[in-house]
């Protein structure tokens, strides 16, 4: 059973261009949160997805950011005219359906993005 | 929102003796979990043990134990036998009940860096 997958592991962007980062879940998963870690800094949530759906977006900038969960195909956080200060990594969770005991989040590797 | 702090930006330990990591949070809620999280330096998250609040008993997996101490909003983790493969980054998590309006968002301490010496 193959973990969640992030991708491209990393991604190198200029000033006013623009960042998407892809994320399939863990199969069985239809949860999905994302999370930024900036350096030096624990990951801070950004926004909770299930699939055609937001559920939570409070962690999200409120301009550039926009996030989805197509019913098919993965989750893809897009960020527009990126600035040097989203250089961060960038995480992806998954989890079974909050009915499941401990609604374990599982991790993706992260995508390091580079704004020069 | 709830804050989870971690005071030891560092931490140093030898080969095969014990450690113990500090977390603290601030919360109102009852009930809740805290979490452990290794990121070593391929960056991976690895959830290293989980403790509900409503339990007691403190969380035991194998070399990694918890000081769960409800009243006192502390939640420790001691690294016990420590090998070299445990050197990373350790971070403390909080989340909130699934049934409350935020149970679902993991909330990060800045983490401590933990150095494994032979």
């Known amino acids: 059973n193959a973990g969640v997958m992030q991708n491209p592991r990393h991604l190198v962007r200029r000033r006013g261009q623009e960042a998407r980062l892809r994320c399939s879940p863990m199969k069985g998963h239809s949860h999905v949160y994302w999370y930024r870690q900036l350096p030096e800094e624990g990951l801070k949530f950004m926004v909770y997805?299930?699939?055609?759906?937001?559920?939570?977006e409070s962690g999200m900038p409120k301009e550039r950011f926009s996030a989805e969960f197509p019913k098919e195909g993965p989750s893809i956080l897009r960020i527009q005219q990126v600035v040097r200060g989203d250089s961060a990594a960038y995480f992806c969770a998954s989890s079974p359906p909050l009915a499941a005991l401990y609604n374990e989040q599982f991790f993706g590797p992260g995508t390091r993005l580079t704004v020069l | 929102a709830q804050t989870v702090t971690q005071s030891q930006p560092e931490m140093s330990v030898q080969e095969a003796e014990t450690v113990t990591l500090s977390c603290t949070y601030d919360?109102?809620?009852?009930?809740?979990?805290l979490f452990w999280y290794k990121q070593p330096p391929s960056r991976q998250m690895i959830l290293v043990i989980r403790?509900?609040?409503?339990?007691?008993q403190n969380a035991t997996e194998n070399r990694f134990s918890v000081n769960f101490q409800k009243a006192a909003k502390s939640f420790s983790l001691k690294i016990s036998d420590s090998q070299l493969g445990d050197a990373a980054m350790y971070f403390c998590a909080y989340r909130s009940d699934l049934n409350s309006n935020s149970g679902y968002a993991l909330n990060f301490g800045k983490g401590t860096s933990l150095l494994v010496t032979p």
């Open positions: 997805l299930q699939k055609e759906n937001i559920i939570d």
């Open positions: 403790q509900e609040a409503y339990k007691q």
């Open positions: 919360t109102s809620e009852s009930d809740y979990y």
